[in-house]
């Protein structure tokens, strides 16, 4: 297995109410692909860099999971698809600690 953080960014108009649930299901999503997912960080709402699709802030999180290569895949084209889903990228952090499942 290979360590990886996920950072995902959500709408900013959508509720706080709203994005943690979205996280929460991003969780079971990834569980279900045999994902074993350690903290998950809700970051909130947060200022841009510089404007993205006419957006200047959104809601960021970041997952921190150990996975098998291909597990990924299919949760990477879901999140591509998603309206919600501003950006997201995968890193693959091998010099972190393994996930300890709880």
């Not at 692909?33 to 860099?49: L, N, Q, Y």
């Amino acid at each position: 297995m290979r360590s990886y953080e996920l950072m995902t960014i959500h709408r900013p108009d959508l509720a706080e109410e709203e994005v943690r649930t979205a996280v929460s299901q991003i969780e079971t999503t990834l569980k279900a692909r045999g994902v074993e997912v350690g903290e998950t960080e809700f970051w909130g709402k947060r200022r841009f860099a510089y404007e993205i699709d006419h957006m200047r802030e959104g809601f960021y999180s970041v997952f921190y999971l150990d996975a098998e290569p291909g597990a990924l895949d299919e949760v990477n084209r879901t999140l591509s698809l998603s309206d919600a889903v501003v950006r997201h990228k995968f890193i693959r952090t091998d010099d972190r600690k393994p996930v300890t499942p709880a």
